[in-house]
C-alpha cells in the first residue's frame, strides 16, 4: 500500500511540474510603444501564440504624439521574441526603436483594418500588404516589452 501512495504523490508531484512549466512560457505579455514623435504611429505586433501553436500578427493600435501605449497580449510564448512594426499616415512612412533597427526584421501579412493572422501565407481579402516587423528589446525592469518609437528606419 505505501508504494502505491508513493507512486501517486509522484505523479501529482509531476502532473504539477508540467503544468507549472507550461504555465510559466506562455503568458500574458505586456507590449510598451513610447512615441517620442510629434505625430500619430499606428502600431502592430506579431508573436508566437503558445495556444494555437501559430506565429500572429495583429494590429491597429493607435499612439499619439508623445504619448505610451500599453498593449496587453495573452497565449505568448516567452521563449520566443516579440515583433512590432509601427507606420505614419498613407504613405506608410514606418517608424522605429532605433535600439531594434539593426535586427533583421520578419515580414508579414497585415491589411488597412484591424486585422489578426495566425498565418504566415497570404490572408484572404482586400487590401493586404507585407510590411517588415522588429524585434522589440525585453525590459527586465518594466517587465515588458518596450519599443520607443523614436526615428525612421535607414533605407
Known sequence: ?????KFAVIAV???FMVVAAAASSASAA???????LDNRVTVAVLYYDRATGLWTA???WHVDGNTSKTINIDNVDASKA???HAYYGNTHTHY???????SDPVNRFVRREVFEFNTTGRPSGTNVRIVPFYRSRYSEGAGAHVVRIDTRPVG
Open 1 to 5: 500500500m505505501k508504494g502505491k501512495v
Open 13 to 15: 508531484l509531476f502532473v
Open 30 to 36: 505586456e507590449v510598451i510603444f513610447q512615441n517620442t
Open 58 to 60: 495583429k494590429g491597429w
Open 82 to 84: 516579440v515583433y512590432y
Open 96 to 102: 522605429v526603436d532605433k535600439s531594434t533597427l539593426n
